[in-house]
């Protein structure tokens, strides 16, 4: 079975500084990754994806990301950060032997606070 | 275009009490999804439509859950009877196939007291 792990459930930083979100993941098939951001009482909303391809994955609102597979991870990375990204931030797993929004699996989340 | 919509935002009710939850996907889209989200957690699948079909309900209680999609459009979410447990956000999503990606609507929190 899969599972997602955030290992922090809680990041703050100062506004321009760079921050980078871990996600580390477990399954015993080929898998396509996700990072999705939720802020406060809305929706979650895809920040960026990887199906294939280029192991660096450029999403919106200067967001990015890096499929490690030695590693099992997909950590998310911005190199300065706005007040408006504090957020829920959270990583997804689905696999690739199913159509890849089949069933995603979410990670616990990680709440970005960026301080002024 | 317009998003998923759901409604109520936010409800109330007492353990014991009936609670139904809609959501109106985006047009032409033919996947919609049910999740619970508890505090401090991920969103977790109740349910998945194909059109009216209910192709994944394996996490879905049977017992006191309950969903339809009538005509493959519109979805509503029932609870019968509600369990102190159940207070969550449920969020509805929906995607134009089973291979693209999901649009969420901003959820219903349930509290039951």
């Known amino acids: 079975a899969q599972s997602v792990t955030q290992l922090d459930s809680q990041v703050p930083v100062f506004e321009e500084a760079p921050v980078e979100l871990r996600c580390n993941y477990s399954s015993s098939v080929s898998v396509y990754l996700f990072w999705y951001v939720q802020y406060p009482n809305q929706g979650l909303q895809l920040l960026l994806k990887y199906l294939s391809g280029s192991t660096l994955v450029k999403g919106i609102n200067g967001f990015e990301a890096e499929f490690n597979k030695s590693q099992t991870s997909f950590h998310l990375r911005k190199p300065s950060v706005h007040i408006s990204d504090t957020a829920e931030y959270f990583c997804a797993v689905s696999d690739q032997t199913k159509s890849s929004y089949d069933k995603v699996i979410f990670g616990p989340g990680t709440s970005l606070s960026v301080i002024p | ?113």
């Open chain 2, 1 to 113: 275009e317009a998003g998923v919509v759901q409604s109520p935002r936010y409800k109330i009710i007492e353990k014991k009490q009936p609670v139904a939850f809609w959501c109106n996907p985006i047009s032409g889209h033919n996947t919609l999804y049910w999740y619970l989200q508890n505090l401090g957690q991920g969103p977790e699948l109740l349910i998945r439509y194909e059109n009216e079909e209910a192709v994944d309900d394996s996490q879905l209680p049977k017992d006191r859950f309950s969903a339809e999609r009538l005509k493959g459009v519109d979805s509503t979410l029932k609870i019968q009877p509600a369990e102190l447990g159940d207070s969550a956000v449920y969020l509805c999503a929906s995607s134009f196939t089973n291979n693209s990606p999901l649009h969420f609507g901003n959820g219903t929190r349930l509290t039951v007291t």
